[in-house]
């Protein structure tokens, strides 16, 4: 069997895209599951669309989620350039349009902008409009061609499509799928920059670069079949296709960056984790057999077959990703925890308090990083609160026995050195069983009243500690003061 061979090629246009990622992801799957080699290739034809940074990006994502590539720009795998518009400068892209010329598959055309703007247009799949071109240049004598080339006059390429019969290509996912050839229009495949198209672009490399499978969005669907008419005259195998569904957001419209949370990068400033936002993308499209959903990218790697991935749309929801995040936290090893928590911590909490300790506390209780801040707000100061909030009914307590409970341990505190949580606990607990009450009913006033909050992630007593004495003892006071 032949070793599978994919590639990721973005186009160096700006953020990376959750549907990019998917896309790189699921090429880098494809030829992982079955040993094979993912390359990256730099699609930068279209010069007008290049923006400064982006390749950055590209790198920098890849490196991010653990897609690392076999070859590309900077490990040569001996099918390069790996960029294309030093693919350009080696002659390949002419070469090959020559040769179709040769073909009767392509000829020049010499129609400038006037002509063109006054033929019929076309709306294509992805939404852009498109001169629907009327062959005028395929009907150049050889001399007449010849003479403009010699004069220098602007031309560009063109795919010549018959009108007539149709054209079938095969995608993995959706099938064979024929189009009529009248609904192909003679695209360009080199422009008048001597660049070529994405559209000609893709299968000279994909052929030369000996890929064996792509895997793209499916808005290239609709061009698919001129590229095979391209791979059949050359007398190419083309590639296996995998073509991807929609992402939508929640509202089943098309992702986009109104969503907020469109890129791999607004996702990482959110304060998701890249192992976790790897693993919810790739189940956007695809599904094992079983309900599992937690993957890492090891075992994605073992587990992923593409011929399981899915023709519906899929939704992202950033509600489930949240709920993904915070499992990868709960998993993670504490130390890597606290690492990555320092920075929100330190924004959050208090100057001198003890940071590894809140860290442990909380690393069960949030989804996304961010979530520390409302978490621990607290620890800075108590918020406005309501003294309904010391009522209970589980502890059986109410607003005039909370007063007396925290009456009785303010001296508690005050004459206590140690504030460790331990000899704290012990000091709480023995006036309780002094007064016969349950821990419960200690422990609910004084949480209330060092954090203004029914729920917490830390107890009373470990609370305390967190504080230290003076804090603690203050804010008992002000608890004191304001249910009296
Ligand atoms: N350069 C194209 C893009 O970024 C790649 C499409 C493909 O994978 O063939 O959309």
Known sequence: ???????????????????????????????????????????????????????????????MTGLYHDEGPDKDGGVGPYVQSE???????????????????????????????SLKTAVSEDGKTITVYDKHCLGLSKEEVEKNLAEGKPFVIRQNIPNE?????????????????????????????????????????DHTMNITHVVRGNEYISSSPKYQRLYDAFGW????????????????????????????????????????????IALLGWSPEDNREIFSLDELIREFDYHR???????????????????????MDDDK???????????????????????????????VFPDIAEQVDFLKAVPEYSTELYANKKNKIDAAGS?????????????????????LYAKLLEYAESKGFKNGYVMWPVRIALSGKVMTPAGATEILE???????????????????
């Open 1 to 63: 069997m032949e070793k599978i061979r994919t590639r990721y090629a973005p186009s160096p246009t700006g953020k990376m895209h959750v549907g990019n990622l998917r896309t790189a992801l699921y090429e880098f799957l494809v030829a992982k599951h079955e040993g094979g080699d993912f390359m990256l290739r730099i699609e930068d034809t279209d010069q007008e669309r290049f923006v400064e940074g982006a390749i950055d990006i590209i790198n920098r994502t890849l490196e």
């Open 87 to 117: 693919r350009v400068k080696t002659g390949i892209y002419m070469k090959y349009a020559k040769e179709l010329i040769d073909k009767g598959e392509a000829y020049y055309c010499f129609c400038d902008k006037e002509r063109l703007a």
């Open 165 to 205: 019969g149709t054209t079938t290509f095969k995608d993995e996912l959706y099938g064979d799928i024929t189009v009529d050839n009248s609904e192909l229009d003679d695209m360009i495949l080199i422009k008048s920059d001597g660049y070529p198209t994405y559209n000609f672009a893709n299968v000279v490399d």
């Open 237 to 280: 195998k083309s590639p296996v296709y995998i073509h991807l569904p929609l992402i939508t957001d929640e509202n089943h419209k098309k992702l986009s960056k109104r969503s907020g949370h469109s890129s791999f990068e607004d996702l990482i400033d959110q304060g998701f984790i890249s192992e976790a936002i790897v693993n919810y």
């Open 309 to 331: 991935i899915s023709k519906s749309p899929a939704v992202f929801d950033i509600q489930k990703l949240r709920w993904m995040n915070g499992e990868y936290l709960k998993a």
């Open 337 to 367: 925890f606290f690492e990555m928590a320092k920075p929100y911590l330190e924004e959050a909490l208090p100057a001198g308090m003890d940071l590894k300790k809140v860290a442990s506390k909380v690393k069960t209780r949030i989804e």
């Open 403 to 423: 007063l007396a409970v925290l009456t009785d341990v303010l001296p508690i505190l005050e004459a206590q050195d140690d504030y460790s949580n331990d000899a």
């Open 466 to 484: 967190l504080l230290g004495k003076e804090e603690s003892v203050k804010r008992i006071k002000a608890a004191i003061e304001k249910l009296s």
